[in-house]
Protein backbone atom coordinates (compact mmCIF):
# COMPACT_ATOMS: atom_id res chain seq x y z
CA UNK A 1 0.00 0.00 0.00
CA UNK A 2 2.03 2.94 -1.17
CA UNK A 3 0.37 5.03 -3.76
CA UNK A 4 -1.13 7.85 -1.71
CA UNK A 5 -4.75 8.50 -0.96
CA UNK A 6 -6.29 11.34 -1.55
CA UNK A 7 -9.27 12.27 0.62
CA UNK A 8 -11.05 15.84 0.52
CA UNK A 9 -12.61 17.78 3.24
CA UNK A 10 -14.95 20.52 3.98
CA UNK A 11 -13.46 22.10 7.69
CA UNK A 12 -16.21 21.24 10.28
CA UNK A 13 -15.77 19.32 13.44
CA UNK A 14 -17.65 16.26 12.27
CA UNK A 15 -14.56 15.63 9.63
CA UNK A 16 -12.67 15.02 13.20
CA UNK A 17 -12.44 11.08 12.39
CA UNK A 18 -10.77 11.65 9.17
CA UNK A 19 -8.52 14.78 10.45
CA UNK A 20 -7.73 12.53 13.83
CA UNK A 21 -6.89 9.12 11.62
CA UNK A 22 -4.39 11.31 9.24
CA UNK A 23 -2.70 13.37 12.54
CA UNK A 24 -2.45 10.53 15.03
CA UNK A 25 -0.35 8.73 12.52
CA UNK A 26 -4.11 5.60 12.81
CA UNK A 27 -3.92 5.74 8.58
CA UNK A 28 -0.06 5.35 8.84
CA UNK A 29 -0.36 2.46 11.13
CA UNK A 30 -2.90 0.59 8.76
CA UNK A 31 -0.25 1.15 5.83
CA UNK A 32 -2.05 3.78 4.18
CA UNK A 33 -0.20 6.83 2.82
CA UNK A 34 -2.73 9.97 3.09
CA UNK A 35 -3.00 13.28 1.98
CA UNK A 36 -6.12 15.67 2.87
CA UNK A 37 -7.56 18.19 0.57
CA UNK A 38 -9.29 20.90 2.38
CA UNK A 39 -12.29 21.88 -0.04
CA UNK A 40 -14.23 24.92 -0.05
CA UNK A 41 -17.82 23.63 -1.34
CA UNK A 42 -19.61 20.15 -1.05
CA UNK A 43 -20.17 20.83 -5.11
CA UNK A 44 -16.22 20.51 -5.55
CA UNK A 45 -15.82 17.80 -3.01
CA UNK A 46 -18.69 15.52 -4.78
CA UNK A 47 -17.30 16.54 -8.37
CA UNK A 48 -13.44 15.51 -7.10
CA UNK A 49 -14.55 12.65 -5.89
CA UNK A 50 -16.64 11.45 -8.82
CA UNK A 51 -14.03 12.41 -11.22
CA UNK A 52 -11.24 10.29 -9.19
CA UNK A 53 -9.77 13.39 -8.42
CA UNK A 54 -10.14 12.38 -4.31
CA UNK A 55 -10.19 8.43 -3.68
CA UNK A 56 -12.43 9.02 -0.79
CA UNK A 57 -14.55 12.29 1.12
CA UNK A 58 -15.83 13.60 4.00
CA UNK A 59 -19.22 14.24 2.59
CA UNK A 60 -22.96 15.42 3.10
CA UNK A 61 -24.81 11.49 3.94
CA UNK A 62 -27.44 13.08 1.26
CA UNK A 63 -24.92 14.17 -1.41
CA UNK A 64 -23.83 10.38 -1.34
CA UNK A 65 -27.40 8.62 -1.93
CA UNK A 66 -28.34 11.74 -4.57
CA UNK A 67 -25.05 10.54 -6.34
CA UNK A 68 -26.28 7.07 -6.58
CA UNK A 69 -29.45 8.39 -7.84
CA UNK A 70 -28.22 10.14 -10.38
CA UNK A 71 -29.85 12.96 -9.17
CA UNK A 72 -29.25 16.45 -10.91
CA UNK A 73 -25.64 15.30 -11.51
CA UNK A 74 -24.07 12.69 -13.14
CA UNK A 75 -24.70 9.15 -11.65
CA UNK A 76 -22.12 7.57 -10.29
CA UNK A 77 -22.74 4.90 -7.01
CA UNK A 78 -20.99 6.12 -4.31
CA UNK A 79 -20.56 3.68 -1.24
CA UNK A 80 -20.51 5.31 2.60
CA UNK A 81 -18.71 2.06 4.77
CA UNK A 82 -18.96 4.38 7.52
CA UNK A 83 -20.96 7.20 9.24
CA UNK A 84 -18.21 9.58 10.29
CA UNK A 85 -20.73 11.50 12.70
CA UNK A 86 -24.27 11.57 13.60
CA UNK A 87 -26.17 14.86 14.49
CA UNK A 88 -23.72 17.66 15.29
CA UNK A 89 -26.10 20.49 13.34
CA UNK A 90 -28.28 23.51 15.03
CA UNK A 91 -30.87 25.34 14.24
CA UNK A 92 -29.40 29.78 15.01
CA UNK A 93 -31.80 32.69 14.61
CA UNK A 94 -31.33 36.18 15.13
CA UNK A 95 -32.32 37.67 18.72
CA UNK A 96 -34.76 39.58 16.65
CA UNK A 97 -36.67 36.17 15.80
CA UNK A 98 -35.78 34.62 18.77
CA UNK A 99 -37.69 37.15 20.38
CA UNK A 100 -40.37 36.52 18.32
CA UNK A 101 -41.24 33.31 18.85
CA UNK A 102 -40.36 33.40 22.59
CA UNK A 103 -43.15 35.76 23.07
CA UNK A 104 -45.40 33.31 20.82
CA UNK A 105 -44.21 30.21 22.19
CA UNK A 106 -46.72 27.94 24.30
CA UNK A 107 -44.50 25.02 25.81
CA UNK A 108 -40.93 24.82 26.38
CA UNK A 109 -38.41 26.44 24.47
CA UNK A 110 -36.23 23.36 24.11
CA UNK A 111 -39.34 21.18 22.86
CA UNK A 112 -39.39 21.70 19.03
CA UNK A 113 -43.40 21.85 18.51
CA UNK A 114 -44.07 24.33 20.49
CA UNK A 115 -41.16 26.64 18.97
CA UNK A 116 -42.30 25.61 15.10
CA UNK A 117 -46.02 26.28 16.23
CA UNK A 118 -44.95 29.83 17.64
CA UNK A 119 -43.05 30.38 14.51
CA UNK A 120 -46.07 29.64 12.78
CA UNK A 121 -47.47 31.95 14.15
CA UNK A 122 -45.22 34.33 13.75
CA UNK A 123 -44.66 33.97 10.09
CA UNK A 124 -48.85 34.41 9.28
CA UNK A 125 -48.14 37.54 11.51
CA UNK A 126 -45.56 38.96 8.98
CA UNK A 127 -47.56 38.05 6.13
CA UNK A 128 -50.78 39.81 7.91
CA UNK A 129 -48.55 43.09 8.54
CA UNK A 130 -47.51 42.80 4.57
CA UNK A 131 -43.86 42.00 5.77
CA UNK A 132 -40.74 40.23 3.90
CA UNK A 133 -41.32 36.56 4.46
CA UNK A 134 -38.53 35.44 6.87
CA UNK A 135 -35.15 34.17 4.83
CA UNK A 136 -33.59 30.58 6.22
CA UNK A 137 -29.91 29.72 5.59
CA UNK A 138 -28.75 26.12 5.01
CA UNK A 139 -25.79 24.50 3.39
CA UNK A 140 -26.40 22.37 0.23
CA UNK A 141 -29.90 20.99 -1.01
CA UNK A 142 -28.88 17.39 -0.51
CA UNK A 143 -28.08 17.84 3.04
CA UNK A 144 -29.32 16.56 6.46
CA UNK A 145 -29.60 20.32 7.62
CA UNK A 146 -31.80 21.17 4.82
CA UNK A 147 -34.25 18.38 5.57
CA UNK A 148 -34.09 18.82 9.20
CA UNK A 149 -35.36 22.16 8.77
CA UNK A 150 -37.74 21.66 6.50
CA UNK A 151 -39.25 18.61 8.94
CA UNK A 152 -39.27 21.16 11.45
CA UNK A 153 -41.13 24.12 9.74
CA UNK A 154 -43.63 21.70 8.26
CA UNK A 155 -44.60 20.04 11.89
CA UNK A 156 -45.45 23.30 12.74
CA UNK A 157 -47.70 24.54 9.63
CA UNK A 158 -45.14 26.65 8.02
CA UNK A 159 -44.46 25.34 4.34
CA UNK A 160 -40.63 25.84 3.64
CA UNK A 161 -41.65 26.19 -0.04
CA UNK A 162 -44.52 29.20 -0.09
CA UNK A 163 -44.17 30.40 3.47
CA UNK A 164 -40.86 31.78 4.06
CA UNK A 165 -37.35 31.42 1.80
CA UNK A 166 -34.78 28.79 2.21
CA UNK A 167 -31.57 29.76 0.92
CA UNK A 168 -28.19 28.01 0.45
CA UNK A 169 -25.27 29.53 1.72
CA UNK A 170 -21.57 28.64 2.52
CA UNK A 171 -21.37 27.92 5.74
CA UNK A 172 -18.37 30.27 6.21
CA UNK A 173 -21.19 32.83 5.06
CA UNK A 174 -24.03 32.56 7.47
CA UNK A 175 -22.91 34.05 10.38
CA UNK A 176 -22.16 37.19 8.36
CA UNK A 177 -25.31 37.28 6.59
CA UNK A 178 -27.48 36.56 10.05
CA UNK A 179 -25.34 39.94 11.25
CA UNK A 180 -26.12 41.27 8.18
CA UNK A 181 -29.70 40.89 8.37
CA UNK A 182 -29.92 39.30 5.01
CA UNK A 183 -30.97 36.10 6.92
CA UNK A 184 -33.28 35.48 9.80
CA UNK A 185 -31.25 32.13 10.86
CA UNK A 186 -29.85 29.31 9.89
CA UNK A 187 -29.00 25.30 9.94
CA UNK A 188 -25.45 24.75 9.62
CA UNK A 189 -22.92 22.22 11.52
CA UNK A 190 -20.05 23.14 14.26
CA UNK A 191 -18.24 25.51 14.56
CA UNK A 192 -20.60 28.13 12.93
CA UNK A 193 -23.74 28.40 15.63
CA UNK A 194 -21.26 28.54 18.39
CA UNK A 195 -19.45 31.36 15.86
CA UNK A 196 -22.76 33.15 15.65
CA UNK A 197 -23.36 33.13 19.66
CA UNK A 198 -19.88 33.82 20.92
CA UNK A 199 -20.24 36.87 17.93
CA UNK A 200 -23.57 38.13 19.49
CA UNK A 201 -25.48 37.70 16.55
CA UNK A 202 -27.18 34.68 17.08
CA UNK A 203 -29.30 32.56 19.27
CA UNK A 204 -28.88 28.56 19.71
CA UNK A 205 -32.92 27.43 19.65
CA UNK A 206 -32.28 24.13 18.79
CA UNK A 207 -30.04 21.08 18.47
CA UNK A 208 -31.11 18.86 15.63
CA UNK A 209 -30.86 16.15 18.12
CA UNK A 210 -33.95 17.77 19.06
CA UNK A 211 -35.71 17.34 15.53
CA UNK A 212 -34.29 13.60 14.91
CA UNK A 213 -32.78 11.27 17.89
CA UNK A 214 -30.09 9.73 15.07
CA UNK A 215 -29.44 11.35 11.63
CA UNK A 216 -26.97 10.39 9.51
CA UNK A 217 -24.81 13.80 8.83
CA UNK A 218 -21.40 13.07 7.27
CA UNK A 219 -20.05 10.06 5.97
CA UNK A 220 -17.02 8.70 4.63
CA UNK A 221 -17.68 8.54 0.67
CA UNK A 222 -16.28 6.58 -2.06
CA UNK A 223 -16.71 5.53 -5.46
CA UNK A 224 -18.11 1.89 -6.04
CA UNK A 225 -16.18 1.48 -8.42
CA UNK A 226 -13.11 2.03 -6.80
CA UNK A 227 -13.80 0.03 -3.28
CA UNK A 228 -14.63 -2.82 -5.27
CA UNK A 229 -11.13 -2.47 -6.71
CA UNK A 230 -9.23 -1.73 -3.27
CA UNK A 231 -10.83 -3.60 -0.26
CA UNK A 232 -7.80 -3.85 1.67
CA UNK A 233 -7.96 -0.25 1.08
CA UNK A 234 -11.55 0.16 2.53
CA UNK A 235 -11.12 -1.86 5.40
CA UNK A 236 -8.08 -0.32 6.27
CA UNK A 237 -9.22 3.44 5.93
CA UNK A 238 -12.89 1.70 7.75
CA UNK A 239 -10.43 0.79 10.75
CA UNK A 240 -8.19 3.69 11.00
CA UNK A 241 -10.99 6.15 11.13
CA UNK A 242 -13.06 4.04 13.98
CA UNK A 243 -9.86 3.89 15.92
CA UNK A 244 -9.84 7.79 15.54
CA UNK A 245 -13.31 7.91 16.60
CA UNK A 246 -12.97 5.96 19.63
CA UNK A 247 -9.60 8.02 20.57
CA UNK A 248 -11.92 11.79 20.05
CA UNK A 249 -14.93 10.15 22.62
CA UNK A 250 -12.23 9.41 25.24
CA UNK A 251 -12.52 12.71 27.46
CA UNK A 252 -8.90 12.62 28.51
CA UNK A 253 -8.03 13.11 24.53
CA UNK A 254 -10.66 15.78 23.72
CA UNK A 255 -8.33 19.04 24.27
CA UNK A 256 -5.60 17.18 21.81
CA UNK A 257 -8.18 16.62 19.32
CA UNK A 258 -9.59 20.09 19.87
CA UNK A 259 -5.90 21.33 19.33
CA UNK A 260 -5.36 19.71 16.59
CA UNK A 261 -8.47 20.68 14.48
CA UNK A 262 -7.90 24.48 15.75
CA UNK A 263 -5.03 24.31 13.23
CA UNK A 264 -5.24 26.54 10.14
CA UNK A 265 -4.87 23.76 7.78
CA UNK A 266 -7.72 21.77 9.50
CA UNK A 267 -11.01 23.57 10.79
CA UNK A 268 -8.92 26.57 11.73
CA UNK A 269 -10.87 28.15 14.42
CA UNK A 270 -10.26 28.36 18.02
CA UNK A 271 -9.60 25.21 19.90
CA UNK A 272 -12.05 26.11 22.97
CA UNK A 273 -15.12 25.95 20.48
CA UNK A 274 -14.02 22.66 19.37
CA UNK A 275 -13.92 21.42 22.79
CA UNK A 276 -17.26 22.93 23.98
CA UNK A 277 -19.14 21.08 20.63
CA UNK A 278 -17.31 17.35 20.93
CA UNK A 279 -18.28 17.98 24.96
CA UNK A 280 -21.92 19.16 23.76
CA UNK A 281 -21.61 21.90 25.91
CA UNK A 282 -23.23 24.65 23.78
CA UNK A 283 -23.12 28.31 24.57
CA UNK A 284 -26.77 29.42 23.61
CA UNK A 285 -27.27 32.39 23.90
CA UNK A 286 -24.62 36.09 24.16
CA UNK A 287 -25.21 36.40 28.29
CA UNK A 288 -23.48 33.38 28.57
CA UNK A 289 -26.41 30.44 28.84
CA UNK A 290 -25.15 26.84 28.48
CA UNK A 291 -26.62 24.10 27.21
CA UNK A 292 -25.47 20.46 27.47
CA UNK A 293 -26.82 17.60 25.56
CA UNK A 294 -24.93 14.59 25.17
CA UNK A 295 -26.83 13.95 21.59
CA UNK A 296 -25.24 16.92 20.14
CA UNK A 297 -22.73 15.26 18.10
CA UNK A 298 -21.60 11.75 17.87
CA UNK A 299 -18.25 10.27 16.51
CA UNK A 300 -17.32 7.65 17.85
CA UNK A 301 -19.94 6.51 20.64
CA UNK A 302 -23.45 4.73 20.53
CA UNK A 303 -22.51 2.75 17.59
CA UNK A 304 -22.65 5.93 15.59
CA UNK A 305 -19.83 4.81 12.80
CA UNK A 306 -22.06 1.95 12.08
CA UNK A 307 -23.90 2.79 8.81
CA UNK A 308 -28.09 2.45 9.40
CA UNK A 309 -29.96 1.76 6.37
CA UNK A 310 -32.93 2.89 8.04
CA UNK A 311 -31.52 5.93 8.05
CA UNK A 312 -30.62 5.88 4.77
CA UNK A 313 -34.39 5.52 3.51
CA UNK A 314 -34.99 8.56 6.03
CA UNK A 315 -32.86 10.66 3.49
CA UNK A 316 -34.21 9.27 0.82
CA UNK A 317 -37.81 9.38 2.23
CA UNK A 318 -37.22 13.36 2.70
CA UNK A 319 -35.71 13.63 -1.00
CA UNK A 320 -39.33 12.19 -2.42
CA UNK A 321 -40.95 14.24 0.49
CA UNK A 322 -39.51 17.82 -0.89
CA UNK A 323 -40.00 16.79 -4.81
CA UNK A 324 -36.22 16.16 -5.14
CA UNK A 325 -36.94 12.55 -6.05
CA UNK A 326 -39.68 10.38 -7.47
CA UNK A 327 -40.47 7.26 -5.31
CA UNK A 328 -39.96 4.03 -6.66
CA UNK A 329 -38.80 0.38 -5.21
CA UNK A 330 -35.94 0.77 -7.10
CA UNK A 331 -34.79 4.21 -5.80
CA UNK A 332 -35.33 3.01 -2.14
CA UNK A 333 -32.78 -0.08 -2.57
CA UNK A 334 -30.34 1.83 -4.41
CA UNK A 335 -30.17 4.86 -1.59
CA UNK A 336 -30.64 1.88 1.01
CA UNK A 337 -27.67 0.10 -0.69
CA UNK A 338 -25.31 3.32 -0.51
CA UNK A 339 -24.72 2.26 3.56
CA UNK A 340 -22.45 -0.51 3.90
CA UNK A 341 -22.76 -1.91 7.85
CA UNK A 342 -21.28 -5.21 5.59
CA UNK A 343 -18.13 -3.50 4.63
CA UNK A 344 -17.82 -1.60 8.08
CA UNK A 345 -18.66 -5.29 9.88
CA UNK A 346 -16.01 -6.53 7.49
CA UNK A 347 -12.95 -4.06 8.27
CA UNK A 348 -13.50 -4.60 12.00
CA UNK A 349 -14.48 -8.29 12.08
CA UNK A 350 -18.17 -7.77 14.14
CA UNK A 351 -20.67 -10.20 13.37
CA UNK A 352 -23.23 -7.58 12.30
CA UNK A 353 -25.13 -7.49 14.96
CA UNK A 354 -26.01 -3.81 16.64
CA UNK A 355 -24.33 -3.54 19.55
CA UNK A 356 -26.55 0.02 20.22
CA UNK A 357 -30.22 -0.32 20.02
CA UNK A 358 -31.75 2.42 19.68
CA UNK A 359 -30.67 2.92 15.87
CA UNK A 360 -34.17 4.10 14.99
CA UNK A 361 -34.58 8.15 13.47
CA UNK A 362 -36.54 8.86 16.62
CA UNK A 363 -38.16 12.48 15.03
CA UNK A 364 -40.47 14.55 17.39
CA UNK A 365 -43.41 14.47 15.08
CA UNK A 366 -45.15 12.48 12.77
CA UNK A 367 -45.38 8.64 13.08
CA UNK A 368 -42.49 6.07 13.87
CA UNK A 369 -40.32 5.85 10.05
CA UNK A 370 -41.28 2.49 8.37
CA UNK A 371 -38.28 1.98 5.94
CA UNK A 372 -40.62 -0.38 4.02
CA UNK A 373 -43.34 1.81 3.61
CA UNK A 374 -42.14 5.29 2.39
CA UNK A 375 -45.46 6.39 0.72
CA UNK A 376 -47.46 5.19 3.69
CA UNK A 377 -45.33 6.73 6.26
CA UNK A 378 -44.95 10.58 3.60
CA UNK A 379 -48.90 10.16 3.61
CA UNK A 380 -49.15 11.26 6.92
CA UNK A 381 -47.75 14.31 6.56
CA UNK A 382 -49.73 17.13 4.96
CA UNK A 383 -46.92 19.74 3.63
CA UNK A 384 -45.10 18.17 0.89
CA UNK A 385 -44.31 18.75 -2.48
CA UNK A 386 -44.25 15.02 -3.58
CA UNK A 387 -45.55 14.37 -7.22
CA UNK B 1 -32.62 34.01 -29.03
CA UNK B 2 -31.70 33.88 -32.51
CA UNK B 3 -29.23 31.03 -32.99
CA UNK B 4 -26.40 33.74 -34.01
CA UNK B 5 -27.16 35.60 -30.63
CA UNK B 6 -24.34 35.65 -28.54
CA UNK B 7 -25.02 33.71 -25.55
CA UNK B 8 -25.07 35.67 -22.42
CA UNK B 9 -22.40 34.30 -19.94
CA UNK B 10 -22.28 35.37 -16.49
CA UNK B 11 -18.46 35.45 -14.90
CA UNK B 12 -18.71 34.54 -11.12
CA UNK B 13 -15.64 35.68 -9.57
CA UNK B 14 -14.05 37.27 -6.36
CA UNK B 15 -10.74 37.82 -8.33
CA UNK B 16 -11.31 41.34 -10.86
CA UNK B 17 -8.05 40.65 -12.70
CA UNK B 18 -9.09 37.02 -13.50
CA UNK B 19 -12.60 38.35 -14.44
CA UNK B 20 -11.07 40.68 -16.58
CA UNK B 21 -8.71 38.59 -18.49
CA UNK B 22 -11.58 36.43 -19.48
CA UNK B 23 -13.88 38.71 -20.39
CA UNK B 24 -11.45 40.11 -22.56
CA UNK B 25 -10.92 36.28 -23.94
CA UNK B 26 -14.21 35.62 -24.37
CA UNK B 27 -14.85 39.11 -26.31
CA UNK B 28 -11.88 38.78 -28.60
CA UNK B 29 -13.56 35.36 -29.62
CA UNK B 30 -16.70 36.99 -30.04
CA UNK B 31 -18.71 36.40 -27.20
CA UNK B 32 -19.99 39.91 -26.26
CA UNK B 33 -22.69 39.59 -24.24
CA UNK B 34 -20.34 38.99 -21.08
CA UNK B 35 -21.54 39.91 -16.98
CA UNK B 36 -19.20 39.81 -14.62
CA UNK B 37 -20.42 39.30 -10.83
CA UNK B 38 -17.57 39.91 -7.97
CA UNK B 39 -20.25 40.61 -4.85
CA UNK B 40 -21.32 37.06 -3.57
CA UNK B 41 -24.33 39.03 -1.24
CA UNK B 42 -27.80 38.00 -2.98
CA UNK B 43 -26.03 35.60 -5.83
CA UNK B 44 -29.01 33.96 -7.07
CA UNK B 45 -31.37 37.04 -7.72
CA UNK B 46 -29.01 38.90 -9.38
CA UNK B 47 -28.04 35.64 -11.67
CA UNK B 48 -31.81 35.52 -12.20
CA UNK B 49 -31.76 39.52 -12.92
CA UNK B 50 -29.07 39.22 -15.61
CA UNK B 51 -31.09 36.00 -16.75
CA UNK B 52 -27.83 34.02 -18.54
CA UNK B 53 -27.01 31.16 -20.91
CA UNK B 54 -23.99 29.71 -19.54
CA UNK B 55 -22.65 30.70 -16.08
CA UNK B 56 -18.58 30.53 -15.06
CA UNK B 57 -17.38 29.98 -11.88
CA UNK B 58 -14.19 29.63 -10.45
CA UNK B 59 -13.75 26.40 -8.12
CA UNK B 60 -12.20 28.17 -5.65
CA UNK B 61 -15.62 30.23 -4.68
CA UNK B 62 -17.37 28.79 -1.93
CA UNK B 63 -20.67 30.07 -3.50
CA UNK B 64 -20.32 27.22 -5.97
CA UNK B 65 -23.03 25.64 -3.59
CA UNK B 66 -25.54 28.48 -3.90
CA UNK B 67 -25.54 27.71 -7.84
CA UNK B 68 -26.65 24.64 -6.60
CA UNK B 69 -29.89 25.61 -5.61
CA UNK B 70 -30.64 26.68 -9.15
CA UNK B 71 -31.40 23.06 -10.09
CA UNK B 72 -34.28 23.04 -7.55
CA UNK B 73 -35.96 26.01 -7.44
CA UNK B 74 -39.21 24.92 -9.53
CA UNK B 75 -40.12 28.93 -9.81
CA UNK B 76 -37.10 29.76 -12.04
CA UNK B 77 -38.64 29.62 -15.33
CA UNK B 78 -35.07 28.41 -16.72
CA UNK B 79 -33.07 25.33 -15.23
CA UNK B 80 -29.68 25.26 -15.28
CA UNK B 81 -27.83 21.97 -16.00
CA UNK B 82 -24.08 21.50 -14.43
CA UNK B 83 -21.29 20.87 -16.95
CA UNK B 84 -20.71 17.67 -15.11
CA UNK B 85 -23.67 15.71 -16.17
CA UNK B 86 -22.20 15.19 -19.31
CA UNK B 87 -19.83 12.21 -19.22
CA UNK B 88 -19.05 12.08 -22.88
CA UNK B 89 -16.44 15.09 -22.61
CA UNK B 90 -14.25 13.22 -19.56
CA UNK B 91 -10.97 15.06 -20.79
CA UNK B 92 -12.51 18.48 -20.71
CA UNK B 93 -14.20 17.78 -17.50
CA UNK B 94 -10.57 17.29 -16.08
CA UNK B 95 -9.09 19.73 -17.27
CA UNK B 96 -11.55 22.46 -16.02
CA UNK B 97 -11.15 20.87 -12.42
CA UNK B 98 -7.48 21.01 -13.29
CA UNK B 99 -7.34 24.40 -14.01
CA UNK B 100 -9.94 25.55 -11.35
CA UNK B 101 -13.22 26.37 -13.35
CA UNK B 102 -16.60 25.09 -13.61
CA UNK B 103 -19.66 25.92 -15.88
CA UNK B 104 -23.40 25.70 -16.23
CA UNK B 105 -25.47 25.33 -19.00
CA UNK B 106 -29.00 27.12 -18.91
CA UNK B 107 -31.77 25.49 -20.56
CA UNK B 108 -32.09 26.04 -24.19
CA UNK B 109 -28.53 26.67 -25.37
CA UNK B 110 -26.86 24.20 -27.45
CA UNK B 111 -24.30 21.75 -25.40
CA UNK B 112 -21.80 21.83 -28.67
CA UNK B 113 -22.27 25.67 -27.85
CA UNK B 114 -20.84 25.58 -24.41
CA UNK B 115 -17.43 23.88 -25.55
CA UNK B 116 -15.57 26.83 -27.63
CA UNK B 117 -16.70 29.05 -24.31
CA UNK B 118 -15.40 26.50 -21.64
CA UNK B 119 -12.34 25.96 -23.91
CA UNK B 120 -11.25 29.60 -23.31
CA UNK B 121 -12.13 29.75 -19.70
CA UNK B 122 -10.07 26.99 -19.33
CA UNK B 123 -6.77 28.33 -20.80
CA UNK B 124 -7.14 32.16 -19.70
CA UNK B 125 -7.74 30.31 -16.33
CA UNK B 126 -4.24 28.37 -16.63
CA UNK B 127 -2.83 31.74 -17.88
CA UNK B 128 -3.91 33.59 -14.84
CA UNK B 129 -2.51 30.93 -12.87
CA UNK B 130 0.74 31.24 -14.59
CA UNK B 131 0.61 34.89 -13.91
CA UNK B 132 0.27 34.43 -10.15
CA UNK B 133 2.72 32.27 -10.43
CA UNK B 134 5.45 34.47 -12.33
CA UNK B 135 4.25 37.54 -9.40
CA UNK B 136 4.67 35.42 -6.68
CA UNK B 137 7.97 34.32 -8.05
CA UNK B 138 8.66 37.66 -8.70
CA UNK B 139 7.82 38.57 -5.09
CA UNK B 140 10.00 35.68 -3.46
CA UNK B 141 12.68 36.95 -5.56
CA UNK B 142 12.67 40.38 -4.04
CA UNK B 143 12.29 39.38 -0.47
CA UNK B 144 15.42 37.10 -1.13
CA UNK B 145 17.10 39.67 -2.03
CA UNK B 146 16.02 41.87 1.09
CA UNK B 147 17.05 39.44 3.26
CA UNK B 148 20.30 38.83 1.37
CA UNK B 149 21.09 42.59 1.85
CA UNK B 150 20.25 42.69 5.56
CA UNK B 151 22.93 39.36 5.98
CA UNK B 152 25.64 40.64 4.12
CA UNK B 153 25.39 43.73 6.35
CA UNK B 154 26.21 41.58 9.14
CA UNK B 155 28.88 40.21 8.12
CA UNK B 156 30.54 43.40 6.85
CA UNK B 157 29.69 44.56 10.40
CA UNK B 158 30.81 41.49 12.21
CA UNK B 159 33.33 39.85 10.19
CA UNK B 160 35.06 43.20 8.62
CA UNK B 161 34.52 42.47 5.12
CA UNK B 162 33.69 44.14 1.97
CA UNK B 163 30.62 43.58 0.64
CA UNK B 164 31.43 41.69 -1.96
CA UNK B 165 33.68 38.68 0.48
CA UNK B 166 30.52 39.37 2.53
CA UNK B 167 28.28 37.80 -0.74
CA UNK B 168 30.95 35.13 -1.52
CA UNK B 169 31.16 33.79 1.71
CA UNK B 170 27.59 33.57 1.36
CA UNK B 171 27.84 31.73 -1.76
CA UNK B 172 30.25 29.37 -0.95
CA UNK B 173 28.73 28.56 2.26
CA UNK B 174 25.40 27.48 0.41
CA UNK B 175 26.87 25.75 -2.21
CA UNK B 176 29.02 23.85 0.72
CA UNK B 177 25.56 22.97 1.89
CA UNK B 178 24.07 22.39 -0.88
CA UNK B 179 21.31 25.16 0.00
CA UNK B 180 19.88 28.15 -1.59
CA UNK B 181 21.80 31.32 -0.90
CA UNK B 182 18.47 33.19 0.31
CA UNK B 183 18.24 30.40 2.99
CA UNK B 184 21.81 30.63 4.58
CA UNK B 185 21.20 34.36 4.31
CA UNK B 186 17.95 33.58 6.06
CA UNK B 187 19.69 31.90 9.19
CA UNK B 188 22.15 34.29 9.92
CA UNK B 189 19.58 37.09 10.08
CA UNK B 190 18.04 34.57 12.54
CA UNK B 191 21.08 33.85 14.65
CA UNK B 192 21.95 36.96 14.74
CA UNK B 193 18.52 38.16 16.22
CA UNK B 194 19.13 35.40 18.93
CA UNK B 195 22.81 36.61 19.82
CA UNK B 196 21.43 40.18 20.52
Known amino acids: MT ?4 IGFIPLIDAAALIIAVDKGFAAAEGLDVTLVREVSWSNVRDKLNI ?7 LLAPVAIAS ?14 FNLGLNGNAITVSPALDAAIMAEIDGDRFDPMATALALSRVVTARRRSGAEPLTLGMTFPFSTHNYQLRFWLAAGGVDPDEDIRLVVLPPPYMVDSLAGGQIDGFCVGAPWNSIAVDRGVGQILHFVSDIL ?5 KVLAIRQSWAEKNPQHVAALV ?3 SRAAEFI ?52 REDAPRPDRVQAAWLYAQMVRWGQASISPESLMTAKAVFRPDLYDAALGRDGTRIHESHAVGAFAGPAFDADDIAGHLAAFRIGRKS | MGAEASPRIVI ?43 IVIDLENPSRDVLEQMFQVSRAVRRPTAMFVDQSDAASIQASVDAGVSAYIV ?27 ELDRAKSALEDRKVIDRAKGILMKLKGLTEEEAYVLLRSTAMREKKKIGEIAQSILTASELLK
Open chain 2, 12 to 54: VDESPIRAAILQEGLREAGFTDVVHISEMQSLLSRIYAVDPDV
Open chain 1, 68 to 81: SLGLGHIKVPIVAP
Open chain 1, 213 to 217: VRAAE
Open chain 2, 107 to 133: DGLKKERLKPILDLCISRFNAFSRLQD
Open chain 1, 239 to 241: RAA
Open chain 1, 52 to 58: GLFDAAH
Open chain 1, 3 to 6: RPLH
Open chain 1, 249 to 300: EQPQNRTEVARIMARPEYVGVDADVILRTLEGRLKISADGTIRGSSRYLLVG
